[in-house]
């Protein structure tokens, strides 16, 4: 005598073979049958987008705001939209959800918008929705767990900064991006500064209690021409900064100046006796890096999404 299939397994093959969304909607409240389960088909009804946003993960709803809105769910003054706004202002959700702040800003950027950057797909964005994602991005900086280290975080502000998009997310330039990690590593990390440079550096000063469009002014108010990577560091050198840590946050359009960064990098070792790490976050992807790819205490990112703030935390917090 065979062994009865597992749940799951039941639940996949009636979904299979449903005639009606109403089956569906069973199936999930039964089942906890998960959006990938469901048939194509089934996934333009209101009825079953309400019932897989009962259990739905906090990062699968941001995921799914827009098709939510586009079906006709999540409408203005509507008990999903109650729901949703509801979760994104529970700050211990979005921390057990272990959801970032880019991971928000990206879905409020895309679900802003009204439509997609492929294919035909549009919707007419919920402004209580807009609204709650906005809240979000600033509550999410408690889900962000802090590493300890000394951070010194250099925010390329030359030009081409403000052109390209990350990710394919609309509005996500590297500019707002560098502003965005500025503010979550403002309210992360206890010991952090901040510097702007091109082909010359200034210190920044970032405010937890800013606001993200008052962080992009900042570092919109002094372009220049080239820029130089090694500046971060050998600026750190010459004011005696402990730095465990240096970020620096480009598009990669860089050229070296009269030191290499990985050179600045390894006489900031000598001069100040830290092992200091430095993580060169390449915005928008190109076929050139700009730190040494040999040297273990080294990191470069080519191209920029939501995993990256933890790819970088780890790093430093090694």
Same mark, same amino acid.
């Given at each position: ?28 409240r ?11 088909q ?7 987008w ?22 006709g769910?999540?409408?203005p ?5 109650? *729901?949703? !706004? #509801?979760?994104?202002?529970?700050e &211990?959700?979005?921390? /057990?959800?272990? $959801?970032?702040?880019?991971?928000? @800003? ?8 009204g439509h997609g ?5 549009t ?45 394919g997310v ?13 503010l ?42 080239? *820029?130089? !990577? #090694?500046?971060?560091?050998?600026? &750190?050198?010459?004011? /005696?900064?402990? $730095?465990?840590?240096?970020?620096? @946050? ?10 290499h ?12 006796g ?8 390449g915005m ?15 990191l ?10 933890q ?5 430093v917090?090694?």
């Amino acid at each position: 005598m065979s062994a009865p299939l597992p749940d799951p397994i039941v639940a996949l093959e009636a979904a299979r073979k449903a005639t009606t969304a109403a089956e569906i909607v069973r199936l999930i409240r039964e089942y906890d049958l998960v959006r990938e389960c469901v048939p194509t088909q089934f996934l333009t009804d209101p009825g079953v987008w309400e019932a897989l946003l009962e259990k739905m993960p906090l990062t699968a709803m941001l995921r799914n705001l827009a098709t939510m809105t586009r079906v006709g769910l999540l409408a203005p003054m509507s008990a999903a939209v109650r *729901t949703v !706004c #509801a979760r994104l202002a529970d700050e &211990a959700h979005l921390k /057990k959800a272990r $959801v970032h702040p880019i991971a928000v @800003l990206s879905a409020l950027k895309t679900y802003q918008q009204g439509h997609g950057e492929r294919g035909q797909n549009t919707w007419n964005p919920v402004v209580q929705v807009v609204n709650a994602l906005d809240g979000a991005f600033y509550l999410a900086f408690g889900a962000t767990e802090p590493t300890g280290k000394r951070h010194l975080l250099a925010l390329d502000v030359s030009g081409s900064m403000s052109s390209g998009t990350i990710a394919g997310v609309p509005g996500l330039t590297p500019r707002v991006a560098t502003a965005a990690l500025s503010l979550v590593t403002a309210n992360v990390e206890p010991q952090h500064a901040f510097v702007k440079f091109d082909h010359g550096i200034q210190p920044l000063s970032i405010s937890p209690r800013q606001r993200l469009d008052d962080v992009m002014r900042t570092t919109s108010q002094w372009e220049g021409g080239g *820029t130089d !990577c #090694a500046l971060p560091m050998l600026h &750190a050198a010459e004011v /005696k900064m402990p $730095v465990d840590a240096f970020v620096i @946050l480009t598009d990669n359009e860089s050229w070296a100046g009269k030191v290499h960064a990985s050179q600045a990098l390894e006489m900031y070792r000598q001069k100040m006796g830290i092992p200091a790490r430095a993580i060169c976050v390449g915005m928008t992807a190109t076929n050139f890096s700009v730190l040494d790819g040999q040297d273990a205490g080294s990191l470069n990112v080519v191209g920029f999404d939501t995993a990256v703030p933890q790819l970088m935390s780890q790093f430093v917090a090694d």
